[in-house]
């Protein structure tokens, strides 16, 4: 299923960003989110087995199915998935935010600015982790795990690659009121990068996920339905906001395709305790988002430098792939009018058609 093309546009992007940022590792994935085809699959750094001289254990393993990471602020879409399937909360659903703090226990929970009053689609779109907090309190913990644990976290994915790794989702009997939050954006929940982009291919295809393959499919089959289309599309329509002029996600924007996505940057565990200078940059998303294809994660493993949210490292991988790859398979834009209007008002950009 690996498609040659857009296999070398996410290494040649993912090989540049971590010698720009100068990072530890990296990873991307590209699936098609109808098939379940896994379109291309990346890590750096990379090895050539011809080289008998470089067969060492960190480049001699492929990190998007072996290594385990904190989905950070990625996962937010999931716990609003839960939000709305439990019939508690809409989109427009006001969330108090003020004063960007909320206190769990002896634990302070906080954003990066106080947004005051958002709705629940405002919660994605600033990516709060308050707003996030409040809705989890609100659900039955148990709701929120059968969401993470139905997308396919804390699973294998079964496709067949040796050393897999089915993540860490700890049962919810065992969640305090801070394990409840945390987990609500993405801490003390591991996964994969090809898990993470499985579970987005559940939001891209209308809230049914379909088995991964790494053998071409020629024939449809059959998925599993994990929320209802309606959410699939509300939680879209918020991750596409996100990916807007107000959101954190607006490096991922193509010209002349709508993209729905989500950032994530998270501190890296290092001693028992979470680092002050380590971190992911992450961006898992869609397109084109009125009519879902294609579905990418972008993992970037502890850039250095002032540089390190995932808007600002992973968010421009995903772009210029994703501009790539939606072309290479003649995919119809659904954004041309504001895509043209935008064009205009910012000069001429390199590579836009």
């Not at 003390?188 to 088995?211: D, E, F, K, R, W």
């Not at 972008?298 to 808007?311: E, F, I, L, Q, S």
């Given at each position: 299923s690996i498609d040659r093309r857009i296999q070398y546009l996410a290494y040649r992007e993912l090989k540049a960003a971590v010698a720009e940022y100068k990072a530890q590792a990296a990873s991307a994935v590209v699936l098609d989110a109808r098939s379940g085809e896994i379109l291309a699959m990346v890590n750096e750094p990379g090895f050539n087995p011809n080289n008998r001289n470089n067969l060492r254990s960190q480049v001699f393993r492929n990190r998007a199915v072996t290594d385990v990471f904190e989905p950070g602020s990625t996962l937010k879409a999931f716990t609003v998935a839960a939000a709305l399937e439990s019939g508690k909360f809409f989109p427009g659903t006001p969330i108090d935010t003020t004063p960007g703090t909320i206190q769990v226990g002896r634990n302070t929970i906080r954003d990066t600015h106080n947004y005051g009053l958002l709705t629940v689609a405002g919660v994605i779109e600033k990516s709060s982790n308050v707003g996030t907090t409040k809705i989890a309190f609100a659900l039955n913990k148990n709701s929120l795990w059968r969401m993470f644990t139905a997308v396919g976290f804390g699973s294998l994915t079964k496709v067949g690659l040796p050393g897999e790794s089915a993540g860490v989702v700890n049962p919810a009997s065992g969640w305090g009121p801070i394990e409840q939050a945390t987990a609500s954006f993405g801490y003390g929940i591991s996964v994969t990068a090809l898990q993470l982009a499985h579970a987005y291919s559940g939001l891209a295809n209308n809230g049914v996920v379909v088995p991964l393959t790494l053998l071409r499919r020629d024939q449809?089959?059959?998925?599993?339905?994990?929320?209802?289309?309606?959410?699939?599309?509300?939680?879209?329509?918020?991750?596409?906001?996100?990916?807007?002029?107000?959101?954190?996600?607006?490096?991922?924007?193509?010209?002349?395709?709508?993209?729905?996505?989500?950032?994530?940057?998270?501190?890296?565990?290092?001693?028992?305790?979470?680092?002050?200078?380590?971190?992911?940059?992450?961006?898992?998303?869609?397109?084109?988002?009125?009519?879902?294809?294609l579905v990418m994660i972008v993992m970037v493993d502890d850039p250095t430098g002032k540089a390190y949210y995932g808007g600002q490292i992973a968010a421009p991988v995903f772009g210029k792939v994703m501009s790539g790859a939606l072309r290479l398979l003649n995919i119809t834009p659904d954004d041309l009018e504001r895509s043209t209007q935008r064009m205009v008002q910012a000069g001429p950009v390199r590579g836009a058609l």
């Amino acid at each position: 299923s690996i498609d040659r093309r857009i296999q070398y546009l996410a290494y040649r992007e993912l090989k540049a960003a971590v010698a720009e940022y100068k990072a530890q590792a990296a990873s991307a994935v590209v699936l098609d989110a109808r098939s379940g085809e896994i379109l291309a699959m990346v890590n750096e750094p990379g090895f050539n087995p011809n080289n008998r001289n470089n067969l060492r254990s960190q480049v001699f393993r492929n990190r998007a199915v072996t290594d385990v990471f904190e989905p950070g602020s990625t996962l937010k879409a999931f716990t609003v998935a839960a939000a709305l399937e439990s019939g508690k909360f809409f989109p427009g659903t006001p969330i108090d935010t003020t004063p960007g703090t909320i206190q769990v226990g002896r634990n302070t929970i906080r954003d990066t600015h106080n947004y005051g009053l958002l709705t629940v689609a405002g919660v994605i779109e600033k990516s709060s982790n308050v707003g996030t907090t409040k809705i989890a309190f609100a659900l039955n913990k148990n709701s929120l795990w059968r969401m993470f644990t139905a997308v396919g976290f804390g699973s294998l994915t079964k496709v067949g690659l040796p050393g897999e790794s089915a993540g860490v989702v700890n049962p919810a009997s065992g969640w305090g009121p801070i394990e409840q939050a945390t987990a609500s954006f993405g801490y003390g929940i591991s996964v994969t990068a090809l898990q993470l982009a499985h579970a987005y291919s559940g939001l891209a295809n209308n809230g049914v996920v379909v088995p991964l393959t790494l053998l071409r499919r020629d024939q449809p089959v059959e998925g599993m339905r994990v929320m209802s289309g309606k959410t699939a599309r509300q939680v879209g329509a918020m991750l596409e906001m996100a990916v807007g002029a107000d959101g954190t996600g607006t490096a991922a924007q193509v010209y002349h395709y709508r993209v729905a996505g989500k950032t994530g940057t998270v501190r890296k565990l290092s001693g028992g305790s979470y680092s002050a200078d380590n971190y992911l940059a992450l961006f898992a998303g869609f397109a084109p988002a009125s009519d879902p294809r294609l579905v990418m994660i972008v993992m970037v493993d502890d850039p250095t430098g002032k540089a390190y949210y995932g808007g600002q490292i992973a968010a421009p991988v995903f772009g210029k792939v994703m501009s790539g790859a939606l072309r290479l398979l003649n995919i119809t834009p659904d954004d041309l009018e504001r895509s043209t209007q935008r064009m205009v008002q910012a000069g001429p950009v390199r590579g836009a058609l």
